[in-house]
């Protein structure tokens, strides 16, 4: 397990390297800073073992970053991605939110998730 958990820690890292040097490569070329973004936003996953707060808040800087980019995304789909990303063990949770129609903030929701 401590094997898995050094894995995605390294992959978050080399994730936020790629980042900044896209940024230092293209500079004001947003469309490529956008596509980057979005690439991690659809594909990060949480993992079992990680703590959860810090998969959301890394999720909900990359939206910050779109909306930096003026990428705007409707609430529920920033919300979706997120819930979308957990790992099954979250399932309940997951239905809950979902039946009971939950509004929360990214960082409400990252509170909950814990």
Do not use: W
């Amino acid at each position: 397990m401590n094997v898995e958990l050094q894995a995605e820690h390294e992959k978050m890292e080399i994730a936020n390297e790629i980042m900044i040097h896209l940024q230092e490569l293209y500079g004001e070329n947003s469309v490529v800073k956008q596509y980057e973004l979005c690439s991690i936003l659809f594909t990060i996953r949480h993992r079992e073992g990680l703590a959860p707060d810090d998969h959301v808040m890394k999720m909900s800087n990359i939206i910050g970053q779109l909306h930096t980019l003026e990428i705007v995304k409707p609430h529920n789909l920033e919300v979706n991605l997120i819930l979308q990303s957990l790992p099954p063990s979250f399932k309940p949770f997951i239905t809950n939110y979902n039946l009971n129609k939950i509004e929360r903030t990214l960082a409400e929701l990252s509170n909950e998730i814990q």
